[in-house]
């Protein structure tokens, strides 16, 4: 298992230009060493691949260039077992057989190249600036993927911490459970200032749908102190695709799109109905009634009647106020086009009771809409 690395020892890797010639002939040894060694590389050398085993304990390489035919260990199994072993280490293979067997091979054992004898000097310099180039590119997406999940890791943690603390004061100090779920919830909606009253309208939509459609009254409460933890996971979203402007890319997505598994994970376990309630919220208020959603897929009445109410609050509420990549729709507007999506987004029969209270949910909509933004170029 390759450990995490941290932003100097990322540098540090990046920046390496040593490399390992591996070849029993001392004549190929020296031209290749005089050719790096002219380009700007460091070399090292080993007549086997028992000499490159010590080589690789003393000193991180860049890359490894190591002919097929050695005596005792074949370079393919050199090869096989470095790259397991030092993975930060790329490979070229260099053999005097030009075989498309040996060559495919060598890729399939984690090669990036393969020089056949005698190589021509811009043949060398190209495929290592090539495997050297990939390297670096598999560095920084291995960096980049750890910082994902530290900041993910990092944030769940600590909101996980929060929520034993406040467990433990709701126990404590008798504190409500409307108080319990608005500092749960602010602590995903407060990074994002143009939605601060979303929380706000999103319960009391969810309640409105909830009661029109005959839960009970207890069940419609625990619904609209709930509901506002449909976001939780947001946490751990790292801001820049939290915040970005326009469509996501595919990974931009699938990062995004975790938010419902963490959210999940981070209210279930508890014997609070409160919190199992915002757990089944958290994890299916993105499935879709016709099964294509996330993140289980789920279809019709398989999703929660709580998820499904959710989605479609949800749903109106992105379309009915301003965001940094749309601006907002007339209510109308917004129920023509969730209406579009009936049987396919939205549970068609929820969606007949939500649209056929529109002066209420225009009420609600008013009633807690987001506070402007002041403009600094009118302040005096």
Not at 211 to 223: A, D, T, V, W, Y
């Amino acid at each position: 298992m390759t450990l995490p690395l941290n932003s100097n020892e990322h540098q540090t890797l990046l920046n390496n230009r040593t490399l390992l010639v591996v070849d029993d002939e001392e004549p190929i040894r020296r031209v290749l060493g005089y050719l790096l060694t002219s380009h700007g590389y460091t070399v090292e050398f080993a007549g086997d691949a028992r000499d490159a085993r010590q080589k690789l304990k003393t000193q991180p390489f860049a890359l490894m260039l190591c002919d097929v035919n050695m005596p005792g260990e074949s370079g393919m199994d050199l090869v096989r077992n470095v790259l397991a072993e030092y993975p930060n280490t790329a490979a070229i293979m260099v053999t005097g057989l030009d075989s498309s067997v040996l060559a495919n091979a060598a890729i399939e054992v984690g090669a990036f190249g393969y020089i056949v004898k005698p190589f021509e000097t811009n043949e060398v310099l190209i495929n290592i600036a090539n495997a050297l180039r990939r390297r670096r590119l598999e560095l920084e997406n291995r960096f980049h993927r750890e910082s994902l999940e530290d900041i993910v890791r990092t944030r769940t943690i600590a909101l996980q911490h929060a929520l034993d603390w406040l467990e433990r004061s709701e126990k404590e100090l008798r504190l409500s459970r409307e108080e319990t779920i608005q500092r749960l919830a602010i602590a995903a909606e407060f990074r994002d200032s143009a939605t601060a009253q979303h929380i706000q309208r999103m319960s009391h939509y969810c309640e409105l749908l909830a009661r029109k459609i005959g839960l009970s009254p207890e069940r419609c409460e625990l619904i609209r102190t709930a509901s506002p933890m449909h976001d939780i996971g947001k946490i751990g979203t790292p801001d820049q695709i939290l915040l970005k402007p326009g469509k996501f890319t595919e990974e931009e997505f699938d990062v995004i799109s975790q938010h419902a598994e963490i959210g999940y994970k981070i209210l279930s376990g508890s014997d609070s109905e409160l919190l199992k309630v915002a757990a089944t919220i958290a994890w299916t208020h993105h499935e879709r009634y016709d099964g294509t959603g996330y993140p289980r897929g789920l279809k019709g009445e398989d999703i929660p009647i709580e998820g499904r109410i959710v989605s479609i609050a949800d749903a109106f509420d992105a379309l009915t106020t301003q965001r940094v990549y749309k601006p907002a729709f007339e209510i109308s507007h917004a129920i023509e086009l969730m209406l579009k999506n009936r049987g396919k987004h939205f549970d068609p029969e929820l969606l007949d009771i939500f649209v056929a209270s529109a002066d209420e949910l225009t009420r609600i909509h008013d009633q807690y809409a987001d506070r402007p933004v002041p403009d600094p170029t009118q302040e005096a």
